[in-house]
């Protein structure tokens, strides 16, 4: 019974011969077009940022820059006065001074930002032991209570029995009153903002270094160059966005300056005008005063500065500012 074997495929089917058809790759599914389901999700999930943005930021943007054309009563309510705040605005000595003490406040800051690419770049080289600690040591001051930060400072600043005049002594100086001295109360309230601002531009620094490729260090190597010369002809430009990042942040965060001159220097100290920024005039005018409209001309004066100030900077980049 030769002819009743099992049945067997032929041999084409099985191995692919010539007379069957090859296997192909896998057909890749078409992306499905979006549809009215997806668009309406999508809205969903973005409707809790937009309407949280439109109540908190848009919508009192417009209304300050409305109370700009008003005048205010002691008792709240408000009438169109047209430009007079504005031209009580440019006529103000203090609106004058507040701007010179906001700018140098912002200049000093800057400092922060070589200072944390100098740490991070410390930070970042191979060996380097107890790196997390540092890190955590230098980002504290972004995540302690302004207040807390303010009162330290305020004790180490001290011209009877901080610590700062109390090292001072030992070398035989004597240190002045730093927060109560109009020439000295403006540079301490900048050296605590530098002080502050090295932590979160050291991550964002440190972040930045980790990206850069390890050949570029290496064929500087091989070219004879040393640490420094690698710092300032490798990190530096590759580091570049960062660094404009990081200087269009500290700007805009020194220009709101307000919290630690309230809690360090007091509406009482002498030192009070050479120290009172945009912000802390809106404060006063507005909260101490209760000239609701006068407090948000100068609040657009602000927001017009630091408009400029952002499109400069984003002008500039161009020059400076190394991609890929």
């Not at 600043?157 to 090292?167: A, V």
């Amino acid at each position: 019974m030769s002819g009743q074997g099992t049945a067997t495929a032929p041999p084409d089917v099985l191995t692919g011969g010539e007379t069957g058809r090859r296997a192909g790759p896998a057909r890749r599914r078409r992306p499905r077009p979006p549809t009215r389901d997806s668009g309406w999700w999508a809205l969903m999930l973005l409707l809790p940022a937009a309407a949280g943005l439109a109540i908190f930021e848009i919508w009192p943007t417009f209304q300050t820059i409305y109370y700009s054309f008003t005048s205010w009563g002691a008792f709240g309510g408000h009438a169109w006065s047209g430009l007079e705040n504005y031209r009580t605005l440019i006529a103000d000595s203090d609106v004058f001074h507040a701007i010179v003490n906001t700018a140098i406040i912002t200049a000093i800051t800057l400092l922060a930002v070589p200072l944390s690419a100098i740490v991070a770049a410390l930070l970042s080289l191979p060996g380097m032991r107890g790196v997390t600690i540092y890190r955590t040591l230098y980002f504290l001051p972004v995540v302690t209570l302004p207040a807390a930060v303010a009162l330290t400072w305020k004790w180490l600043f001290n011209g009877d029995y901080g610590l700062i005049n109390w090292l001072l002594s030992k070398i035989g100086i004597d240190g002045p009153h730093w927060l109560s001295d109009p020439a000295t109360a403006i540079f301490a309230i900048s050296i605590v903002g530098v002080w502050g601002s090295i932590g979160y531009n050291m991550v964002i620094f440190l972040s930045g270094i980790r990206g850069i490729p390890v050949d570029y260090y290496e064929a500087a190597e091989l070219d004879g160059a040393g640490r420094l010369a690698q710092f300032f002809h490798v990190t530096i430009p590759l580091l570049t966005p960062s660094i404009f990042f990081v200087t269009v942040i500290t700007v805009i965060n020194s220009l709101q300056a307000f919290d630690l001159i309230y809690l360090m220097v007091g509406q009482q100290s002498p030192a009070i005008e050479r120290t009172e920024t945009l912000v802390y005039l809106f404060y006063q005018r507005g909260f101490a005063e209760h000239d609701g409209g006068y407090a948000a001309a100068i609040g657009v004066l602000l927001l017009i500065a630091t408009l400029i100030l952002t499109a400069a900077q984003f002008r500039l980049q161009k020059r400076w500012v190394h991609y890929g």
